[in-house]
Protein backbone atom coordinates (compact mmCIF):
# COMPACT_ATOMS: atom_id res chain seq x y z
CA UNK A 1 0.00 0.00 0.00
CA UNK A 2 1.66 2.86 -1.55
CA UNK A 3 0.21 5.54 0.96
CA UNK A 4 2.17 8.53 -0.32
CA UNK A 5 0.86 7.99 -3.72
CA UNK A 6 -2.83 6.95 -2.32
CA UNK A 7 -3.12 10.43 -0.13
CA UNK A 8 -1.81 12.70 -3.60
CA UNK A 9 -5.01 11.14 -5.56
CA UNK A 10 -7.12 11.08 -2.72
CA UNK A 11 -6.64 15.17 -2.14
CA UNK A 12 -5.90 16.05 -5.78
CA UNK A 13 -3.97 19.63 -6.03
CA UNK A 14 -5.50 21.97 -8.39
CA UNK A 15 -2.21 22.86 -10.38
CA UNK A 16 0.98 19.78 -10.82
CA UNK A 17 3.87 20.55 -12.21
CA UNK A 18 6.15 17.43 -13.02
CA UNK A 19 9.81 17.57 -12.64
CA UNK A 20 12.11 14.91 -12.56
CA UNK A 21 10.73 12.57 -9.98
CA UNK A 22 8.82 15.36 -7.92
CA UNK A 23 5.21 16.77 -8.56
CA UNK A 24 4.81 20.46 -7.57
CA UNK A 25 1.62 20.57 -6.25
CA UNK A 26 -0.45 23.69 -5.53
CA UNK A 27 -3.70 24.55 -4.21
CA UNK A 28 -4.25 28.40 -3.19
CA UNK A 29 -2.20 27.54 0.15
CA UNK A 30 -4.87 25.76 1.23
CA UNK A 31 -3.28 22.43 3.17
CA UNK A 32 0.42 21.79 3.12
CA UNK A 33 -0.31 18.15 1.18
CA UNK A 34 -1.71 20.19 -1.69
CA UNK A 35 0.83 22.93 -1.66
CA UNK A 36 3.65 20.75 -1.29
CA UNK A 37 6.17 18.91 -3.21
CA UNK A 38 5.82 14.86 -3.91
CA UNK A 39 9.09 13.01 -3.68
CA UNK A 40 9.08 9.83 -6.27
CA UNK A 41 12.79 9.88 -7.13
CA UNK A 42 15.28 11.94 -6.79
CA UNK A 43 16.02 14.37 -9.85
CA UNK A 44 19.26 14.70 -11.87
CA UNK A 45 20.27 18.46 -11.48
CA UNK A 46 19.17 18.67 -7.57
CA UNK A 47 20.42 22.01 -7.33
CA UNK A 48 18.34 22.75 -10.62
CA UNK A 49 15.51 21.45 -9.10
CA UNK A 50 15.50 22.94 -5.76
CA UNK A 51 15.92 26.11 -7.29
CA UNK A 52 12.94 25.42 -9.53
CA UNK A 53 10.67 24.46 -6.87
CA UNK A 54 11.17 27.07 -5.02
CA UNK A 55 10.62 29.60 -7.77
CA UNK A 56 7.66 28.01 -8.34
CA UNK A 57 6.43 28.74 -4.72
CA UNK A 58 7.61 32.10 -4.80
CA UNK A 59 5.93 33.11 -7.44
CA UNK A 60 2.10 32.01 -6.04
CA UNK A 61 3.15 33.60 -2.37
CA UNK A 62 4.12 30.94 -0.57
CA UNK A 63 6.76 28.81 0.95
CA UNK A 64 8.53 25.67 -0.56
CA UNK A 65 7.37 22.66 1.53
CA UNK A 66 8.54 19.27 0.77
CA UNK A 67 6.41 15.84 1.80
CA UNK A 68 9.17 13.64 3.17
CA UNK A 69 7.63 10.18 3.25
CA UNK A 70 9.89 6.82 2.69
CA UNK A 71 10.65 7.89 -0.84
CA UNK A 72 12.01 11.01 0.12
CA UNK A 73 14.40 9.81 2.71
CA UNK A 74 17.48 10.58 1.32
CA UNK A 75 16.36 14.15 0.12
CA UNK A 76 15.34 14.93 4.00
CA UNK A 77 19.08 15.46 5.01
CA UNK A 78 19.65 17.74 1.45
CA UNK A 79 16.83 19.90 2.75
CA UNK A 80 18.03 20.15 6.20
CA UNK A 81 21.23 21.55 5.10
CA UNK A 82 19.68 24.21 3.44
CA UNK A 83 17.86 25.42 6.06
CA UNK A 84 14.64 23.61 5.81
CA UNK A 85 12.98 22.94 9.02
CA UNK A 86 11.02 19.80 10.20
CA UNK A 87 7.42 20.53 10.58
CA UNK A 88 3.97 18.61 11.28
CA UNK A 89 5.38 14.80 11.93
CA UNK A 90 1.75 12.88 10.57
CA UNK A 91 1.52 9.09 11.55
CA UNK A 92 -0.48 6.97 8.60
CA UNK A 93 -2.72 4.52 10.42
CA UNK A 94 -4.41 1.26 8.49
CA UNK A 95 -7.15 -0.68 9.61
CA UNK A 96 -8.78 -4.06 8.24
CA UNK A 97 -12.52 -3.68 7.81
CA UNK A 98 -15.34 -3.96 8.55
CA UNK A 99 -15.95 -1.94 12.39
CA UNK A 100 -18.83 -1.96 14.14
CA UNK A 101 -21.73 -0.61 13.35
CA UNK A 102 -22.77 3.32 13.99
CA UNK A 103 -24.66 4.00 16.72
CA UNK A 104 -26.54 6.97 15.21
CA UNK A 105 -28.03 7.79 12.10
CA UNK A 106 -25.51 8.84 9.55
CA UNK A 107 -26.29 11.04 6.14
CA UNK A 108 -24.17 9.47 3.33
CA UNK A 109 -24.06 11.64 0.00
CA UNK A 110 -21.65 11.71 -2.96
CA UNK A 111 -21.27 15.29 -2.58
CA UNK A 112 -20.55 17.78 -0.13
CA UNK A 113 -23.62 19.79 0.81
CA UNK A 114 -23.42 23.17 2.69
CA UNK A 115 -23.76 22.29 5.99
CA UNK A 116 -21.48 19.34 5.66
CA UNK A 117 -18.44 22.40 4.42
CA UNK A 118 -19.60 25.05 6.86
CA UNK A 119 -18.98 22.33 9.64
CA UNK A 120 -15.74 20.82 8.35
CA UNK A 121 -14.57 24.52 7.88
CA UNK A 122 -15.52 25.68 11.28
CA UNK A 123 -13.39 22.98 12.74
CA UNK A 124 -10.54 22.82 10.05
CA UNK A 125 -10.66 26.03 8.31
CA UNK A 126 -6.94 26.62 9.09
CA UNK A 127 -6.66 28.48 5.86
CA UNK A 128 -8.90 31.62 6.49
CA UNK A 129 -11.28 32.32 3.10
CA UNK A 130 -9.70 28.88 1.44
CA UNK A 131 -13.10 27.19 1.69
CA UNK A 132 -13.91 27.84 -1.97
CA UNK A 133 -10.18 25.85 -2.67
CA UNK A 134 -10.64 22.96 -0.35
CA UNK A 135 -13.99 22.65 -1.79
CA UNK A 136 -12.60 22.42 -5.30
CA UNK A 137 -9.99 19.92 -3.96
CA UNK A 138 -13.11 17.86 -2.30
CA UNK A 139 -14.45 17.18 -5.66
CA UNK A 140 -11.61 16.66 -7.78
CA UNK A 141 -12.08 12.70 -7.56
CA UNK A 142 -15.28 10.62 -6.56
CA UNK A 143 -15.97 10.68 -3.11
CA UNK A 144 -18.54 10.03 -0.24
CA UNK A 145 -19.72 12.33 2.43
CA UNK A 146 -20.99 11.64 5.75
CA UNK A 147 -22.55 13.32 8.65
CA UNK A 148 -24.90 12.93 11.90
CA UNK A 149 -26.94 15.66 11.73
CA UNK A 150 -29.60 17.27 14.53
CA UNK A 151 -32.29 20.05 13.44
CA UNK A 152 -30.45 20.47 10.04
CA UNK A 153 -27.11 20.94 11.13
CA UNK A 154 -23.79 18.65 10.54
CA UNK A 155 -22.63 17.96 14.08
CA UNK A 156 -19.53 15.22 12.96
CA UNK A 157 -18.17 15.00 9.45
CA UNK A 158 -16.09 13.01 7.22
CA UNK A 159 -14.66 12.17 3.86
CA UNK A 160 -14.58 8.77 1.94
CA UNK A 161 -12.38 8.07 -0.71
CA UNK A 162 -13.02 4.65 -2.55
CA UNK A 163 -9.46 3.61 -4.06
CA UNK A 164 -9.27 -0.02 -5.31
CA UNK A 165 -9.93 -2.12 -2.18
CA UNK A 166 -9.18 0.72 0.02
CA UNK A 167 -11.01 3.35 1.71
CA UNK A 168 -8.85 6.65 2.55
CA UNK A 169 -10.84 8.64 5.32
CA UNK A 170 -10.12 12.26 5.32
CA UNK A 171 -11.67 15.55 6.94
CA UNK A 172 -12.88 13.78 9.90
CA UNK A 173 -14.46 16.84 12.46
CA UNK A 174 -16.97 17.73 15.18
CA UNK A 175 -18.48 20.82 16.22
CA UNK A 176 -16.81 21.29 19.85
CA UNK A 177 -20.50 21.25 21.75
CA UNK A 178 -21.22 17.91 19.65
CA UNK A 179 -18.23 16.14 21.22
CA UNK A 180 -17.65 13.41 23.31
CA UNK A 181 -20.92 11.99 22.17
CA UNK A 182 -19.33 9.06 19.73
CA UNK A 183 -20.19 10.85 16.73
CA UNK A 184 -17.23 10.70 15.11
CA UNK A 185 -17.08 7.27 15.42
CA UNK A 186 -20.12 6.56 14.01
CA UNK A 187 -19.35 9.00 10.84
CA UNK A 188 -16.22 6.38 10.75
CA UNK A 189 -18.25 3.18 10.61
CA UNK A 190 -20.86 4.41 8.22
CA UNK A 191 -18.00 5.61 5.54
CA UNK A 192 -16.55 2.02 6.05
CA UNK A 193 -19.41 0.01 5.66
CA UNK A 194 -20.69 1.88 2.88
CA UNK A 195 -17.34 1.71 1.26
CA UNK A 196 -17.60 -2.05 1.93
CA UNK A 197 -13.56 -2.27 1.30
CA UNK A 198 -11.03 -4.59 2.85
CA UNK A 199 -8.90 -1.65 4.28
CA UNK A 200 -9.25 1.75 5.41
CA UNK A 201 -6.20 4.50 5.96
CA UNK A 202 -6.31 8.27 7.39
CA UNK A 203 -3.67 10.74 8.62
CA UNK A 204 -3.40 12.01 12.04
CA UNK A 205 -0.95 14.39 13.09
CA UNK A 206 1.59 13.03 15.52
CA UNK A 207 1.33 15.33 18.06
CA UNK A 208 -2.99 14.35 18.49
CA UNK A 209 -2.57 11.74 20.84
CA UNK A 210 -6.53 12.10 22.03
CA UNK A 211 -6.94 11.26 17.86
CA UNK A 212 -4.31 8.23 17.32
CA UNK A 213 -5.87 6.17 20.47
CA UNK A 214 -9.58 7.10 19.17
CA UNK A 215 -8.59 5.39 15.57
CA UNK A 216 -6.61 2.82 17.58
CA UNK A 217 -9.76 2.09 19.38
CA UNK A 218 -11.65 1.02 16.08
CA UNK A 219 -8.86 -0.88 14.72
CA UNK A 220 -6.38 1.32 13.01
CA UNK A 221 -2.34 0.81 14.05
CA UNK A 222 0.17 2.78 12.56
CA UNK A 223 1.44 1.89 9.32
CA UNK A 224 4.12 4.19 8.64
CA UNK A 225 4.05 8.08 8.66
CA UNK A 226 6.01 11.35 7.08
CA UNK A 227 7.00 14.89 8.29
CA UNK A 228 6.79 18.15 6.03
CA UNK A 229 10.32 20.16 5.47
CA UNK A 230 9.61 23.74 4.72
CA UNK A 231 11.46 26.70 4.38
Same mark, same amino acid.
Given at each position: ????????????????????????????????????????????????????????????????????????????????????????? /?????????????????????????????????????????????????????????????????? @? /???????????? /??????????????????????? /???????? @????????????????????????????????
Amino acid at each position: MDLDLLMDRAWPALERVELDGWTLRHAEGVTKRANSVLVTGMPADLGGALETTEAFYACRGLPAVFSIGARAADLDAVLEERGYRVVDP /VHSMVARTPLGAPAHEVRVESAPWQGWLESWWAVDGRYGDGLEAAAKICAGVPAWYAAVEEDGVAL @A /VGRGVPQGDTLG /VYCMATLPRARRRGLARSVLRAL /VRHAGSAT @AYLVVTAANEAASAFYRGEGFEIHGGYHYRVR
